[in-house]
């Protein structure tokens, strides 16, 4: 299983880039989202109602709703949380900062052994020595 930031269901939203070739060429693994990432695409969606209208956001809550379809959605628990607390520790320690979302992403793709990561922000997870396919 490959694990997905947020920014990659971004891009897949907004057709960016190259990300839908390369959606194409990794469907022969499951794709996961943590849950923790619902969350985040959620917000946006609830800011874009606020910033341009009903309209725009009935639109774009049917498009996200339809691409989650694609996904394995991945619960999280107390491990996850464990793990991404200990990652924060030891990152804080070191004077680093990162997201404590893409933190919890990062935990959730250590405890389902996820085989990669795919991203366009690599050094927010360069801290999980797993492998980033980035796009």
Not at 48 to 61: N, P, Y
Not at 93 to 99: F, N, V
């Amino acid at each position: 299983m490959i694990i997905a930031d947020t920014t990659f269901v971004i891009d897949l939203l907004r057709n960016r880039g190259n990300v839908s070739h390369v959606q194409k060429n990794i469907l022969q693994d499951s794709i996961g989202l943590s849950l923790i990432s619902i969350s985040e695409l959620f917000t946006g969606l609830y800011y874009t109602k606020r910033k341009l209208g009903e309209a725009v956001f009935l639109k774009k809550s049917k498009e996200l709703k339809s691409v989650l379809l694609s996904f394995d959605i991945l619960s999280l628990n107390e491990a996850i949380m464990e793990l991404s607390g200990q990652m924060r520790g030891i990152l804080l320690y070191q004077g680093a900062k990162i997201d404590l979302i893409d933190l919890i992403i990062g935990a959730t793709a250590k405890y389902y052994n996820a085989k990669s990561i795919i991203t366009r922000n690599r050094l927010h997870f360069t801290c999980w020595e797993l492998p980033i396919l980035e796009y």
